[in-house]
């Protein structure tokens, strides 16, 4: 059974930083391609960044050179840097990964104020 559990969200302040946990069960990071997305209130749930099972990370527009995803492959975590948040960039964060269908974790809420 596939499991993802996202934390480590809050309240922080525009320029802050937080760093999002995924921990998966029942699948390796290592072995699939992980994925971020977020939806904001009214929003539909739009892409973030993933990383390849080779490593490759991509990046929406939106947050590229301010979020970084990595994954610990020993924890069977991914993680979310973000660093120079925005108040755009409040929204529920959800860990994403596709193998015979989407599974998603439960989110974290991410605010950021100005």
């Known amino acids: 059974q596939v499991q993802l559990v996202e934390s480590g969200g809050g309240l922080v302040q525009a320029g802050g930083s937080l760093r999002l946990s995924c921990a998966a069960s029942?699948?390796?990071?290592?072995?699939?391609?992980m994925n971020w997305y977020r939806q904001a209130p009214g929003n539909q749930r739009e892409f973030v960044a993933t990383?390849?099972?080779?490593?490759?990370?991509y990046y929406a527009d939106s947050v590229k050179g301010r979020f970084t995803i990595s994954r610990d492959n020993a924890k069977n975590t991914v993680y979310l840097q973000m660093n120079s948040l925005k108040p755009e960039d409040t929204a529920v964060y959800y860990c994403?990964?596709?193998?015979?269908?989407?599974?998603w974790g439960q989110g974290t809420q991410v605010t950021v104020s100005s």
């Open positions: 994403r990964v596709l193998i015979s269908r989407q599974y």
């Open positions: 990383i390849s099972s080779g490593g490759d990370t």
């Open positions: 029942g699948i390796s990071v290592r072995f699939n391609a």
